[in-house]
């Protein structure tokens, strides 16, 4: 297996008025293509700061960041990125939202619409491609900005907290798109999120932070084969892997509160 992202001995410290925080401290993780990797960890450990790092929004205090062997020093085509915030365009439609990475990399006009037209049914968004956001319920903008990343076919796609702001049912829906599109076509993802199933339904491995400083405090390989759908929740190995990782981080709440 080759391996997409190496992270090496990063430490982030950040400078502000009221002092210096440690955010991240001597992480080290080596990421496989195509593979599927989950962070959790409480409030404030560095998970975002983490991915940023890798996504080149952000830069390390010491360590180094590479991707396909090739030092990370910015931000670049081959890692796209994903937030809660679904950070669409306003002015432009759901096609064009999902094309512009495309034109950006100077993508003919014919492509370009073929590409948008597979992902915008992808997500279930046929019918609505000429749409502005606003006219988008928040699903539905969550499913644009995913088509996006997922069109633009970067190497490596970082998606932090992509769900965050759904609701329970829109999300697990969601949940399964990803499932089922990362089944059909799997590219490597490193996805920050909050919810322990979701972590462990879609990964291959599942790292829990620990908070102040965010260190790398358990990385769990979840064997739920590569079918998984919805129902793999109910499973008692899946249970048995929410049980660890729950324990894992009650823990380390508790030591912050
Ligand atoms: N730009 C910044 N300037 C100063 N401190 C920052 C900055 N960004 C993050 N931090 C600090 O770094 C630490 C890690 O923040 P980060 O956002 O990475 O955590 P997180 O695990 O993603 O949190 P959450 O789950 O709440 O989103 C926190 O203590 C935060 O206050």
Redesign the pocket.
Known sequence: MTESIVVTNVSKQ?H?KSGD?Q?LKNINLAVQDKEFVSIL?T????????LRIIGGLETSTSGKIECHNRIVDGPGVDRGMVFQQYSLFPWMTVSQNIEFGLKQKNIDKDTRKKIAKKYVRLVGLKGFEDLYPKNLSGGMKQRVALARGLANNPEVLLLD?PFGALDMQTREVMQELLLNIWQDSPKTIMM?T?DIEEAILLANRVVI?SSHP?EIKEVIEIKLGSKRTFETRLTEEFLRYKKIASEIIRSESAKIM
């Open positions: 950040f502000t925080v955010a960890g409030s404030g450990c560095g998970k975002s700061t983490l907290e920050v909050h932070m965010g």
